[in-house]
């Protein structure tokens, strides 16, 4: 054999070996790349006491989330016995409070929603939040802190809020317990 021969072949493999590393090299930092924008996770939340804001802020921490309070108009109250005075008006008249936070909900696949429960219910700007925001093709795992009502209270509104938008709604926790919260979010996949 030639040794321009022997050269051309030894070139070749070379060339084959340098196309099929960058190649591949390229396509696992793109699949890399995409993954991790398209699982990013916000964690959306009011609270009044601080007690839905201090399970956000755990939330947030163990997923690597981001963090965004809503901003209400009108504002509830600061007074509990105000406060409940308005809850449950708005839920007699079927009143939905103006959400002012613009959230660019197409940089999230997944979005932790809490609030408290007010009377064996969603507050009534979750009914707002789920009109004025597009969740479709989203995964929205509500958590709700409450003294003594579950979850499981707050589903059925949920659902209907949820009614043909398309959405993959989780049935949620209730987020009082550090502890629950956290098998919670490992049980789901929801750890970073």
Do not use: C
Not at 44 to 63: H, L, M
Not at 160 to 172: E, T, V, Y
Not at 179 to 190: Q, W
Request: glycine fraction near 4%; charged fraction near 20%.
């Amino acid at each position: 054999m030639s040794k321009k021969f022997i050269y051309s072949i030894v070139l070749s493999f070379m060339a084959l070996i340098s196309i099929f590393t960058f190649s591949s090299m390229n396509g696992s930092t793109v699949k890399a790349a995409s993954k991790t924008s398209s699982n990013k996770v916000l964690v959306v939340y009011y609270s009044n006491s601080g007690t839905t804001e201090a399970a956000a802020k755990r939330i947030q921490k163990q997923t690597g989330g981001d963090l965004v309070k809503l901003k209400l108009s009108p504002n509830y109250p600061s007074d509990y016995n105000k406060l409940t005075k308005v809850a449950k008006r708005q839920i007699d008249k079927n009143i939905h409070p103006k959400i002012l936070n613009k959230i660019m909900m197409n940089k999230y696949k997944t979005v932790l929603l809490g609030f408290p429960t007010w009377y064996q219910r969603p507050p009534m700007f979750i009914n707002t939040f789920f009109n004025k925001y597009n969740l479709k093709n989203k995964t929205v795992v509500p958590f709700t802190t409450s003294m003594s009502s579950p979850m499981k209270v707050n589903r059925p509104y949920l659902k209907k809020m949820a009614r043909g938008k398309k959405i993959n709604l989780q049935s949620g926790f209730r987020a009082n317990s550090a502890k629950k919260t956290t098998k919670y979010l490992k049980n789901n996949n929801l750890m970073k």
